[in-house]
């Protein structure tokens, strides 16, 4: 194995961190690009509210059917709702809300700056004195940051419902006993950290995206390898957050009841 | 009027790939240059590193007290307004129409109310003959107005220097001596630095004050045009005629059997040198020479039929 296939990837990451790192800094340099933060939080939201709902309705179900079947063979058929509550407000929301904002909001923005990178609209922009990373790529990391916070609602809200609709109708569950035990195990915290954990992967999604699609090349091709690549770590990199910040939630807040 | 880039020791590899080392010119201010030079010479490297877009590994570029080779980002950013680009595809702004591309630099740098907007926008679109077109998508028009819009642009903002990237590629002969005029017309009248990078030899002969060759990573040759299309230099000689036979081959250099095997052919005659392109208005240009002035001063005898007026314009041709 040579040096360099050891140095390319931490060359890679150091950049990718450092892409970071500028657009941190370029957050706070005025004027903020209102309009384009709007216009791209609509856009984001386009393209993803529609299959995050039908993802959650399906990722509820399955949390219903595997924790329902496990609980009855417990003999706690009351705590079926409890428990579907805390899969999806805990994992499922946050999981979901990944796999969309990476696969369908990142895959958005990696070929939109692909596209402008290829067509050096970038570089023009750079020698009209703008900086792309102020102009373009801020207002996307809020834009996705803020609709990954409500996506992370819409899969909760739907995912429950869809756990109830499996429970009640299919398994023979009581509507009542499903409502009742609802906050047994979940608690308010629980809602807290998914909306963190959307916060985060938004924007870590967005940012992926953006220096994967400026740093396309090689012409047409090479935005597509853009959109490939800006996909695939960002769900490597998300799966990964997402079980760091789990760990860490679970050593600061104390399970109910515990 | 406009400013003077001094480029000293330039040198640019990318990895271990030498793109061109240690060019040394100095475009004169207010005058036109063009650089020449085959295909994957790097001209296009040359023009990005003059405005910041490519870190040079060494070397320094002067313009008005900066260098650009080495200034932070910030300065970069300051220096940058002194100059109009205009990209090979015209790298106008996709999502946006013609209009809202042309007045983007003055609604990002400038205070201006929009009725004065207007009014510049519709200045520049004329001068690139656009009116009417003000609305429509970059992606519904022709590569060529793309370029016109391009160029309206990059004059928004009444830049000192303008590099301008192949504004013929794509163009037919036609557009392209329209074009070439608009250039000259230009200059005469904003007085800016001009560079222009292009494969077209008549372009290459007729419009420019100074002529540089980039060949083989590194310049050739860069001066006064007569002094380039006088010379007896093959590789200057070979590309400003378009001729097979000299050091240039079809791969990015010729192989010593061939060049051992061409040594004893001599050189076709040079054509003779055409006069140079005028602002359309009969005014002279800004820092224009009398023909035949270069070959005079430096004693040499430029081919003969040089400088008449309604010359044949065939590149290559003999003379």
Known sequence: ?258 | MGVEVRVEGLTKSFGRQLIWGDVTLTLPAGEISVMLGPSGTGKSVFLKTLIGLLKPDRGHIHIEGHDIATCREHELYQVRRLFGVLFQDGAMFGSMNLYDNVAFPLREHTKRSESEIRRIVMEKMEMVGLIGAERKLPGEISGGMRKRAGLARALVLDPEILLIDEPDSGLDPVRTAYINQLFVDLNAQIEATFLIVTHDINTARTLPDNIGLLYHRHLAMFGPREMLLSSQEPVVAQFLNAQRVGPIGMSEEKDADELAAESSVNMPPLPPIPPQLLPSDGRPRRTQQPAGDWCRRNGVTPPSGSFADNMVMTPGAPA
Do not use: H
């Not at chain 1, 050891?6 to 309009?35: E, H, I, M, N, W």
């Not at chain 1, 770590?233 to 799966?239: A, D, H, P, Q």
């Open chain 1, 1 to 258: 194995m040579s040096v360099n296939t050891v140095t390319k990837p931490l060359a890679t990451t150091g950049r990718l961190f450092a892409f970071g790192l500028d657009v941190f800094f370029a957050l706070f340099r005025r004027p903020f690009q209102v309009r384009e933060f709007v216009q791209q939080a609509w856009f984001i939201a386009s393209v993803t509210i529609v299959p995050t709902a039908l993802v959650a309705i399906p990722f509820g179900a399955v949390i219903a059917l595997q924790v329902g079947g496990l609980i009855s063979q417990f003999g706690a058929q009351s705590f079926v709702g409890s428990a579907a509550v805390l899969a999806v407000i805990r994992e499922a929301g946050p999981i979901a809300t990944a796999l969309l904002i990476a696969g369908a909001g990142g895959s958005a923005i990696a070929a939109d700056l692909g596209a402008r990178k290829i067509r050096e609209e970038l570089d023009a922009m750079q020698v009209l004195g703008i900086d792309p990373i102020q102009r373009l790529v801020v207002p996307r990391v809020l834009a996705a940051m803020v609709v990954a916070v409500f996506l992370n609602g819409l899969v909760s809200v739907v995912g429950v419902m869809g756990g109830y609709f499996f429970n009640v109708v299919l398994q023979d569950g009581t509507p009542g006993a499903y409502l009742a035990s609802f906050t047994a195990l979940a608690q308010l915290p629980d809602l807290w950290q998914g909306m963190a954990k959307a916060l985060v992967f938004g924007m870590i999604a967005a940012i992926v995206a953006s220096y994967k699609g400026m740093n396309a090349g090689g012409g047409p091709k090479g935005v597509g390898d853009a959109v490939n690549e800006s996909v695939v770590i960002t769900f490597l990199l998300l799966f990964v957050v997402n079980f760091v910040m789990s760990a860490i939630y679970f050593q600061l807040v104390p399970p109910k009841g515990a």
